[in-house]
């Protein structure tokens, strides 16, 4: 993100700091290496935004600018911001107990927490392993699959199948999962036995090679690839496939009717695991708990972090079936994984308390009942030239840019570098709202607001994002 419109003209302290905004900016460009980012923007310009306050829809900067935040921070705070009760309960949980591992010992917030979780997921859904993250949920998922198999005399079981374009994380085995191949090249050679099958982007469906006459058509079509590859490789070489219920990275691509339900009965055909990675998709953002329930299938392992804690702490989870506890239940058999931090006592407190705000407040009821709404506010962009589809569930939603919309092309990559980076991160920036301009896969904008907001919230971002894509589109 381009940050020309910060000023500096602040109080002598930030926020909590005892520093001042140049102070901070210096300091931040002296050491601050960010994630995901170009570095050159914060050494050539004159520095990064920096967020010191969030109240419910809400962020601040430093300079005392208001944002609305459209992204949940990252997917993440989905409660909204500022809920004291949760800082009140991490500073009680950090008195009493700040840590201890669950390393052969463990502690009531996780245990209590483990059980919340059990009775959420579907089916047999029982065993919950924590982490600190929705990478390292993955990673494990990934590592018990292929320890699973080994311990049925199977060994040969430990390719997995995911979706192009498909983010499913960063450390290196969840790396050899991501279908992007931008974000592996550099690391190459990554963990081996991740392959690809088409995503269900039914806008792209031609490009694909794929039938257009109807979503249930090309849902069945897209899911058959995956038995495809699967008998390509061979079925006692593959291990598991991992799918996001909706796709994130791409620009959210909601799954055909039947899609999920052709996936299961393939995967227990061929003796596969499936693993719905739920890292973004859990905890209200389609509308339940788990969007697995959502879309009426039962994976054996689920994968989960984010909204877990509305990001007010750390915590991420993989929730595992009793078929594939059942190893582990007896004599000497251990899974030799962990982390220092799974399963935090503060963060499995603050979980427990997010989760009771979610069902006194009814946050899932209010996705379900609003999301029809959010779409129809968001579709009153499809009038405009630059917008080629706008698509998601419950309230996660992307719109897919496009240079023609009769022919859907796209922008080449110059021309992205400079509608994305080059002016609506800016624009959107100055605009005040924060969200995401991606192009993982053709440009898109992501929105995944907290899921406290309803129709006035609506109508702000869609006359928002009008403006701003409006000039967009007077500057091709």
Known sequence: MTIDSITHSVPSTVGSSKFSEAELQQKAKDHLWMHFSRQSVMEDGPGVPIIVKGEGHHIWDSTGKKYFDGLSG???????????RLAEVAAKQAEELAFFPLWSYAHPSAIELADRLASYAPGDLNRVF????????????????KYYWKLQGRPTKHKVISRNVAYHGTPQGALAITGIPAMKEMFEPVTPGGFRVPNTNFYRAAEMGAPTE??????????NRIEEMILFEGPETVAAVFLEPVQNSGGCFPPPPGYFKRVR?????????????????AFGRIG???ACDAYDYVPDMITCAKGMTSGYSPIGA???????????????????HGYTFGGHPVSAAVALANLDIFEEEKLNENVRLNSPAFRATLEKLNDLPIVGDVRGAGYFFGIELVKDKVTKETFNDDESERLLRGFLSKALFDAGLYCRADDRGDPVIQLAPPLTI?????????????????????RL
């Open 265 to 281: 009965e393939i995967c227990d055909q061929y003796d596969v695991l499936l693993v719905s990675d739920e890292v973004i998709c």
């Open 74 to 84: 990252l997917f993440v705070v989905n409660a909204g911001h500022g809920r004291r």
């Open 130 to 145: 924590f982490s600190t993250g929705g990478g390292e949920a993955v990673e494990t998922a990934f590592k018990l699959a």
């Open 214 to 223: 109807d979503l249930e058509t090309f849902g069945l079509w897209a899911a």
């Open 318 to 336: 993989t929730i595992i079936s009793d078929r594939i506890y059942e190893p582990f239940k007896h004599g000497n058999t251990s899974f030799y």
């Open 288 to 290: 339940e708990f788990f």
């Open 454 to 474: 309803g129709q006035p919230e609506f109508d702000e971002i869609e006359q928002t994002l009008r403006s701003v894509l409006t000039e967009a589109w007077t």
